[in-house]
């Protein structure tokens, strides 16, 4: 009888030590790495025909005023905070588009290193990410974009630039992004699952807020994502999420920030580490402060199944948020980032992220300066 009862509860804990370890994977204690390549080329993973649906009869990209976002929160909470949307609204046009292109090619030109990179695994998402664009501007913008056919050429009627319809097999694709440099404003990261997490393959990125993007080449999530504070909170949501993300299932979210200064192009200086030295409650330049808002975008591309983390930066300066009447709002906001579950975000907040709308660089810098303009 004894062995009997043994062997009954050698089962029973057995049984809850496998109940808990379906728990702890659930509850995101461990990320089971998805192969969506060798799933599609199976079978298991369909590629899907994307719908692109063209702007309105009559749209004018010279009159067409920037989005106005506002996505300002009293308490900060560090989580992804995704919208749905739709193939259609990857790439959006305004009054902004060719001076960003004109900027892109310089910053293209001047510090390639910093600006564009691409490891060679990210070589053939690359490529498909030049004719989805060229395809996506093509349907979405009829009257901008058109195929010279017989030449083999993607016209650009705004910039009146041409370029290659078609790659070459053997092109760099290093080459082939400062190329998409001179058909889209937005900065544009490629993503590759492995059993590591999702890595950063390739990137074109010419207007970073504080950080250096090619230091994110080659690394993957928790990586990219290591100064961030808490974001141990929600990584492996975050991989979980992207390895479900479907095609034609684009999702969008906001980002925030507050600059000192309105350039776009920013490789260093905004963010605080522990060991930085630092100037308290520094004086601002009110006329130069900018709220920076990125539209950022998740698509999964429908060949090679990479992600391409797009987004669009919009700069708003701050006295024309204060004209609005948003003042006490944002000066709420900016008081709020420490009361939230990632109070160390006060003092550092990183722009390279799929996290919940990080408010600004350094606020024990610039906060008091800000805050009273805003207030009063």
């Known amino acids: 009888m004894l062995p009997s009862i043994l062997l009954l509860a ?92 004109q900027l892109r090619q310089d910053l293209i030109r001047d510090h390639a290193d910093h600006v564009v990179g691409s490891l060679p695994s990210g070589a053939d998402a690359v490529r498909e990410t030049y004719t989805y664009l060229q395809d996506f501007l093509l349907s979405r913008y009829p009257t901008l974009f ?40 937005d900065d544009l990261f490629l993503l590759r699952a492995t059993p590591e997490g999702h890595l950063c393959v390739a990137f074109l990125c010419c207007f970073p807020s504080g950080f250096d993007p090619a230091e994110k080449l080659g690394k993957v999530l928790k990586d990219i994502h290591g100064p961030v504070p808490s974001y141990n909170k929600i990584g492996a949501s975050m991989e979980r999420f ?76 701050v006295t024309d948020i204060k004209a609005e009447g948003l003042g006490p709002e944002v000066a709420d906001a900016i008081e709020g980032l420490p009361k939230g579950n990632a109070p160390g975000m006060w003092k550092y907040v990183s722009h390279f992220s799929f996290v919940r709308s990080h408010l600004v660089k350094g606020g024990v810098r610039w906060g008091k300066s800000i805050l009273a303009y805003l207030r009063s």
């Open 146 to 185: 058109s195929r010279e056919a017989e030449k083999g050429l993607f016209r650009n009627h705004v910039t009146q630039r041409s370029l290659p319809r078609e790659l070459p097999a053997d092109e760099d694709p290093v080459a082939a992004l400062k190329l998409m440099g001179a058909m889209v404003e």
């Open 10 to 101: 050698l089962a029973l804990c057995c049984g809850i030590g496998w109940a808990l370890h379906i728990v702890f994977q659930k509850r995101g204690r461990r990320v089971t790495f998805r192969d969506v390549v060798s799933e599609k080329r199976s079978g298991a993973v369909k590629e899907t025909a994307l719908t692109v649906n063209p702007v309105a009869d009559g749209f004018n990209w010279e009159t067409t005023e920037p989005h106005k976002f506002r996505p300002f929160k009293p308490i900060y909470y560090i989580t992804m905070a995704l919208r749905s949307s739709t193939p259609s609204d990857l790439i959006a046009m305004d009054s902004n588009y060719f001076s960003r292109i």
């Open 242 to 317: 992207f390895s479900r993300l479907e095609v034609g299932k684009s999702v969008v979210r906001n980002n925030w920030s507050i600059n000192t200064a309105p350039e776009l192009y920013n490789v260093s200086g905004n963010h605080i580490y522990e060991t930085d030295v630092y100037e308290e409650d520094m004086d601002v330049d009110i006329s130069k402060a900018q709220i920076r808002v990125e539209l950022q975008t998740l698509t999964r591309l429908p060949k090679t199944q990479a992600i391409l983390f797009s987004f669009k930066t919009y700069l708003y300066p």
